[in-house]
């Protein structure tokens, strides 16, 4: 598969530039992100602007958070987490973990349920024991 790294790298340069969006994220929130083009395994994003959606894990102010990408593709393995979003079930791929700057946010999707959050708070600290 051909990576689109010329085209993540002017994109990256826009988001860099932009204002931000928004203001004020919430934990267990689910947005729009752009991710990027990334390397070897490292989860992308797609389309245009290289988003998928991202599950807000940690937030540690209004710029910066720990986010947990999403996708719909299912897995069984620890390194996924099943979750219910708008009646959709997903995965929370809690080994793609990292720390985003809210610029890259664009589109509120919706919240995850408490239990679900706290399946995948819990998922995360086994994998890092």
């Not at 990576?3 to 002017?10: A, M, N, Q």
């Not at 919430?26 to 992308?44: A, K, M, P």
């Not at 987490?81 to 973990?97: G, N, R, T, W, Y």
């Amino acid at each position: 598969m051909l990576k689109r790294f010329l085209e993540w790298i002017h994109t990256k340069s826009k988001i860099d530039g932009k204002e931000r969006k928004i203001n004020s994220i919430l934990e267990g929130g689910v947005y729009w992100c752009s991710l990027g083009e990334n390397i070897g395994d490292e989860e992308n994003g797609k389309g245009d602007i290289f988003r998928r959606p991202v599950l807000i894990f940690k937030k540690f102010n209004n710029n910066i958070f720990w986010g947990i990408p999403m996708s719909t593709k299912n897995k069984e393995n620890k390194y996924y987490v099943k979750v219910l979003l708008k009646d959709v079930e997903q995965s929370a791929m809690i080994s793609q973990l990292r720390i985003l700057d809210t610029k890259r946010l664009d589109t509120y999707i919706g919240y995850i349920s408490k239990p679900d959050f706290i399946r995948i708070q819990n998922a995360v600290r086994n994998l890092i024991k």
